[in-house]
């Protein structure tokens, strides 16, 4: 059974670090995966989507990479602000023929200013 | 930009009461999910959708059913609703194309049940 984890649960850092959220996977069978942002009490934002013949994803400050063997994936923030402070949240899609998606429980990250 | 909306953003029901959780996607996507949050259980997946009519049950369909009439509308049933049955609730849809699939979010209803 797939399961997904996210360490650490919750992060602290000085504004302007870059920094790496890590995501885990048991079964490297996957189809692709997600990362999203939530911020409190709200819905989820896709922040990317990395295909699992793809081994990274950019987009502006952020980049995704992939490494399917390991059952690895991490999220780079470059520059990191306050206004990125939110819970992350990283979700596997089961391989193809089923739309099942197994979320993290995520990081929650708070950027001090 | 893709828009999900959803019914209600709080709800407040008794024991017992048939409760109805809409949600509304403009994008004409084929596939729409329910899910349900929890602190420390994160997101379930209760049903999707990948065509108007049909569904599949997810992790955690006990409890609920799932309407989908009309491709842009899937609703969400609680035939009758239990305490345990408190917890955010969250729509998404998704497009149906290969290479294509991020999944976009509705704002979330926080149901709780007396």
């Known amino acids: 059974k797939q399961e997904v984890t996210q360490i650490p649960a919750a992060l602290s850092v000085p504004e302007g670090e870059n920094l790496v959220l890590n995501c885990s996977f048991t079964d490297s069978a996957i189809y692709n995966l997600q990362w999203f942002r939530q911020d409190p009490g709200k819905g989820l934002t896709s922040l990317l989507l990395?295909?699992?013949?793809?081994r990274e994803q950019t987009s502006g400050r952020l980049n995704a990479s992939l490494d399917k063997s390991s059952g690895r994936s991490t999220l780079y923030i470059a520059a990191s602000q306050p206004g990125d402070s939110a819970t992350y949240l990283c979700?596997?899609?089961?391989?193809?023929?089923?739309?099942?998606?197994?979320f993290g429980t995520g990081t929650r990250l708070k950027v001090l200013a | 930009d893709v828009k999900v909306t959803q019914s209600s953003r709080y709800l407040v029901k008794r024991t017992g009461e048939k409760v109805f959780l809409e949600c509304v996607q403009d994008?004409?996507?084929?596939?729409m999910f329910w899910y349900r949050q929890d602190p420390g259980l994160g997101l379930r997946l209760i049903y999707f959708?990948?065509?108007?009519?049909?569904?599949e049950k997810g992790d955690i369909p006990e409890g609920y059913s799932v309407s989908r009439e009309k491709k842009e509308r899937f609703s969400l049933i609680l035939e009758s609703a239990s305490t345990n049955q408190t917890s955010m609730y969250l729509c998404?849809?998704?497009?149906?194309?290969?290479?294509?699939?991020?999944?976009?979010f509705g704002p979330g209803t926080r149901l709780l049940v007396l």
């Open positions: 959708s990948y065509d108007v009519k049909m569904k």
């Open positions: 998404a849809s998704q497009l149906g194309v290969a290479g294509r699939e991020t999944q976009y």
């Open positions: 994008m004409d996507h084929e596939n």
């Open positions: 979700a596997v899609r089961l391989t193809s023929g089923t739309y099942k998606y197994i």
């Open positions: 990395i295909q699992s013949s793809q």
